[in-house]
């Protein structure tokens, strides 16, 4: 088949034209997703914000599924695939594996995902994303699920395929860049991830036309967050890898030790998968055993991949500043760090935001005693919107603002408005969390259409200040709104009206990316030193709150009823 | 050299470890340990740790144990459906049935003595959220949960259900009493 390769004038990336024409088709579907997943946010937090109460309770609930798929699901995962086209083809400058079956895939997802919404906005499907089973949905709704995943398969195939081509091309000598390798993590996750929706949703949707009679309520739920909490463990290792990528062209910074990154990654292959057990500690049925040591990713191996991650990538950054000569004090490499980059800001609020909010209240719920104060609480929302939503919402925007004229080839319109919107998007939802929970430390349920129980004979009357965290809930979240709103309004834009910028120079055949000559650093076996020092007092700040609240917690359980 | 290329020297695995990376990864893979050990220890000397104990159950069967305890300690009646409040004697075992969209009967137990209590769903999944204390336990249907309580404060709690079960979901919440 023939292929051009263009060489990007600004980023000196290759891009290879099928690939670079599926990236673009993809990530536009995301955003799109996005944007539907936005407007429907609007209906959830207007509704939960008690003095508002907006939507009424089957229109909440239907908004509240389609929100949670088109952006769980839908946003996400559309622009993961043209994240892993580009660590393939891109950054192993080779050209894609089977573009025929790469738009077959697209199209799948594409069919699935409007299927899907079709059935929810046609109501009768106002399930939740979860599905659990004997609640039933249209066949329709689980059919579009099912083809969206067949699609996402084909893509990582796609991917791995891409792989084996740069390898047989030799586009590159040795190892994959660290980037590609993260980026492998989360296909193979993917793959793993996608079955397992594929085992429970295809019974499910038998069920839905009456070809099965019954799923065991509990074997669902195993089954369905192998697949449902599996799918965000691909966010992590994605946006993680976004971070190494962005560290990288943002300041030109290596990895500190390949060694370490890598290994952290495959911690994630290994121990991510054991995660399912965080939806089922407050279940029946499952053994302690099995809960404990599943919970806990066996001894909190993937914790200890994240902390590491979370210690390296600013550790990498800090270390090429340093270099620049930004060595005054701990933090003068922080201070002079491109602030006004979104790209930059954007991954460094999405870095903090994921520790400090989603890290450490994920190891709260993860707990399996600790589990019992929070299951279902509308603290598990506020966990959930710090991972996927500042970790990998915002990641992804930010690697936006580097690929509109890298990818899109177009300048960036309204920069100033661009510059503002991962702080305002990043910390409106850092605010959105905290409170979410705040609240949810007070009991208040999630997926809970009135907190006022309008209608029931014996109502429970909250305190006064979860009434005030969940009025806090709804400000939170639409200052978190008007910031992905000017994130749509600063892409499309920009793809619109934006000028037009130079393609670049194109060539039938790839070039080769060339060896890198040896560090000096290689070298020598043993310790570099102790480069990182400032990155070395946050992970300390980082681990003293961790401590503190993991102890807090336990406090607060002690002094329950005694359960046995 | 950069996270985009690959690496310079082909075996990735020789790259050396700088100081502030190892010593980060040794003290976290210490709070890791502790935080395992944590839970393990908890279900050792900690008085809060879930029951596992469960059973295979159908809504037939599960409606003639929770009829029976009902018949024999019911001591009231409340609002308008005349939910019967039901006060078991100390280390019996209770019922506690959940189903679209009410938790059904009323519980009244007594401080400091311990209950084994029986729950399950009749229908959907749903939740069993004890409020204020903020206690929170899935309830599933087909499973019969045996969960052991010591209530530690007097007072009137609720149950709040946090499973979504449909559309009158917000009206699923009930009483309990301690004395």
């Not at chain 1, 690929?403 to 305002?424: C, D, G, H, S, T």
């Not at chain 2, 939740?127 to 204390?133: C, I, N």
Request: one cysteine or more; a positive charge; proline letters at 4%.
């Amino acid at each position: 088949m023939t292929t051009t390769y263009r060489t990007c004038p600004r980023s000196g990336l290759q891009f290879e034209s099928q690939a670079e024409k599926l990236m673009i088709a993809n990530a536009v579907t995301a955003v799109v997703f996005l944007l539907i997943g936005g407007i429907l946010a609007i209906g959830v937090v207007l509704t939960r914000w008690p003095a508002i109460h907006w939507l009424a309770a089957d229109t909440f609930y239907q908004v509240l599924t389609a929100h949670g798929i088109d952006m769980l699901i839908f946003w996400i995962i559309f622009f993961e695939v043209a994240i892993l086209y580009f660590c393939a083809s891109t950054l192993l400058r080779c050209r894609i594996a089977a573009p025929n079956f790469a738009w077959a895939a697209f199209a799948l997802m594409l069919i699935g995902a409007v299927m899907n919404n079709v059935a929810v906005f046609q109501g009768g499907s106002s399930v939740m994303m979860t599905s659990y089973v004997p609640m039933m949905a249209a066949p329709s709704f689980y059919a579009g699920l099912i083809l969206f995943a067949v699609g996402a398969l084909i893509a990582c195939f796609v991917f791995f395929g891409t792989l084996v081509i740069a390898k047989r091309d030799k586009t590159y000598q040795g190892s994959v860049p660290l980037v590609t390798f993260g980026a492998i993590t989360a296909a193979i996750i993917a793959v793993f991830t996608i079955t397992s929706g594929a085992i429970i949703l295809i019974p499910t949707f038998l069920m839905s036309i009456g070809w099965v009679k019954e799923i065991d309520a509990l074997v669902y739920r195993t089954i369905w967050w192998a697949f449902g909490h599996s799918s965000q463990q691909i966010n992590v290792a994605a946006h993680i890898s976004v971070w190494y990528l962005v560290a990288a062209v943002a300041f030109g910074a290596k990895p500190m030790s390949e060694r370490v990154s890598r290994v952290a990654f495959l911690l994630y292959i290994l121990f991510l998968q054991l995660a399912s057990a965080h939806h089922l500690l407050a279940d029946p049925g499952l053994s302690t055993a099995w809960k404990v040591v599943n919970t806990s990713y066996f001894m909190y191996f993937a914790v200890l991949a994240s902390m590491i991650h979370g210690l390296t990538i600013p550790g990498a950054m800090e270390v090429s500043q340093r270099q620049k000569g930004y060595t005054k004090g701990l933090f003068e490499w922080l201070r002079k760090a491109p602030w006004s980059n979104p790209t930059f800001s954007g991954v460094f609020i999405s870095l903090i935001g994921f520790g400090f909010l989603g890290g450490i209240s994920g190891v709260m719920m993860g707990t399996e005693q600790l589990n019992m104060i929070i299951h279902n609480t509308i603290y598990v929302p506020g966990h959930f919107h710090a991972t996927v939503v500042i970790g990998t919402t915002l990641t992804f925007m930010a690697l936006t603002y580097y690929l509109i004229p890298v990818l899109f080839r177009r300048e960036m319109i309204l920069p100033k408005l661009a510059m503002w919107q991962p702080y305002l998007f990043g910390f409106s939802m850092y605010f959105f969390c905290l409170v979410m929970m705040g609240a949810g430390t007070l009991g208040v349920s999630r997926r809970h259409w009135d907190m006022a129980f309008n209608g029931a004979a014996l109502a429970y009357e909250w305190p006064g200040a979860a009434y005030l965290l969940m009025a806090l809930v709804g400000i939170g979240g639409i200052a978190a709104i008007a910031g992905g709103a000017i994130y749509i309004v600063v892409t499309v834009g920009s793809l619109l009206l934006g000028k037009r910028l130079d393609s670049g120079v194109t060539n039938p055949s790839f070039t080769a990316i060339p060896r890198t000559a040896p560090s000096l650093a290689v070298q020598t076996t043993g310790s570099m030193g102790f480069a990182a020092p400032g990155t070395f007092m946050l992970a300390m700040v980082f681990l003293l709150a961790f401590i503190l609240y993991y102890f807090i917690n336990w406090k607060y359980l002690s002094t329950l009823w005694g359960l046995s | 050299m950069s996270a985009i290329l690959p690496p310079a020297e082909r075996l990735w695995i020789r790259h050396p470890i700088d100081r502030v990376e190892g010593t980060w990864i040794a003290i976290a893979l210490v709070w890791c340990l502790v935080m395992f050990a944590m839970m393990v220890g908890w279900h050792v000397w900690g008085k809060q740790n879930l029951s596992t104990e469960t059973y295979r159950t159908t809504p037939e069967k599960f409606s003639a144990k929770t009829q029976a305890m009902v018949d024999k300690y019911t001591v009231r009646t409340e609002t308008a459906d005349k939910i019967p409040v039901v006060a078991p004697p100390p280390g019996s075992d209770v019922y506690l049935i959940a189903r679209l969209w009410n938790f059904w009967p009323i519980l009244e137990l007594e401080k400091g003595q311990t209950y084994r209590l029986h729950l399950t769903a009749m229908d959907y999944n749903h939740g069993f959220s004890l409020q204020p204390a903020n206690i929170n336990i899935q309830v599933v249907p087909g499973f019969e949960h045996v969960v052991t309580v010591t209530p530690n404060q007097a007072g009137t709690y609720s149950v709040v259900c946090n499973e979504y079960c449909g559309i009158n979901h917000h009206t699923m919440v009930s009483r309990l009493y301690v004395k």
